[in-house]
DNA sequence: CCTACCGATCGGTAGG
DNA sequence: CCTACCGATCGGTAGG
């Protein structure tokens, strides 16, 4: 049985920087939990931002490497979207902590790093916003509908989900996204004849 | 025209808590900006924690107080929602920073401060929760809304609103209420006859 | 992976 | 509000 250090040095990262926020983790923190020296840890990874850094571009890749195959599909705009946020809550419930990062601790990475991340927010919430439209001109959804705002509040309610969901709580993250989408898509149909 | 220096310690720490979060802010941060010395910040405040909280008790007790009245008032559950919706982005266009605060940092707060947040963010949420049973109680949404999700749907939206809400865009904040109640309204409303 | 350590910086205080 | 400083801790490195 390997075991590899430097997994479980992301692994406690990932939970440290998710519970207590990347800056107020120390490096020190990180190795105390593994029974280790500060300085052992270099061994291991280049640096703390590197860390950070491999949690925030994995997350990023999976959201959009789940979602991207859907949203470019021949299927019917309600059913996209549907597919869509089920697809992207079920990968938050798998990985609660890299989406968190995700969502709040990106902002501690290099400039770089952090223009990377954020043309990927961009690509992924165009996903969002395309289906969308592709229901306004299929004439799914109300022709009166705002893409943006619509868009904007599927993925609010995604991005926020990380903050309350429990996986031992009484709802599946299918019924959870089931939900959110049920009542979003009834509010932006068309009206029906 | 009296200078209160305190004024300009909370203004500071307001932007920067906001910018890069309570951990990576410094006193000497706040204090350099003021061209202060780190030391003489002590006069006007009793450490660093106390701004924090100090910042986020009043942006609480500011959503409470505003929107508390309108969920206890009696006016239609569709109006009274749209009412407290309104009135909630309101407050978080005039005090962006102190809302992305009370969002994020108040969990470097100590654990009794930390408790009495947890206190009001649950007697907040409760007000939106009510109203959504309220109005499924009068016929008015569907009876098979599920009075939590639909609650969580709200929340979520104006939560993340802070993170994308831009003064100098297009939208009013009065535009992004109506965008969002209108979208969830319809989305919960019961069919009619 | 440890020992030992680096320079820098942290929140905060004493004493004016 | 400044000077001067406290002990503690930070991310990281050298040399085994």
Redesign the interface.
């Known amino acids: 049985m390997a075991i590899d250090r430097k997994e479980q040095i992301y692994s406690t990262a990932r939970t440290m920087f998710s519970e ?2 990347y ?2 983790t120390t490096v020190r923190d990180i190795a105390r939990e593994l029974n280790m020296q500060a300085g052992s840890l270099y061994a291991h990874i280049g640096s703390k931002e590197d860390v950070l850094w491999e949690i925030v571009e994995r997350a990023a890749l999976q959201f959009i490497g789940v979602v991207a195959p859907i949203a470019s599909s021949q299927t019917p705009p309600a059913d996209k979207l549907r597919a869509m946020v089920r697809a992207h809550v079920l990968v938050v419930a798998d990985n609660l902590d890299d989406a968190t990062i995700f969502l ?1 601790e990106w ?2 990475l290099g400039e770089e790093r952090r223009a990377w991340v954020n043309e990927r927010r961009n690509l992924y919430e165009g996903f969002y916003r395309r289906v969308i439209d592709e229901g306004i001109d299929s004439g799914d959804f109300a022709a009166h509908t ?1 893409a943006k ?2 868009a ?2 599927v ?3 995604m ?3 990380p ?2 969901y429990n996986p031992a709580g009484p ?1 599946s993250p299918e019924e ?1 996204a089931d ?2 989408t ?7 149909q068309a009206p029906q004849y």
Chains 1, 2 share one sequence.
């Open positions: 207590r926020g800056p107020a709040h902002k501690f705002d705002m619509a904007l509040l993925l609010s309610s991005n926020w989900l903050q309350w709802l959870i939900s959110f049920q009542t979003i898509l009834k509010g932006i």
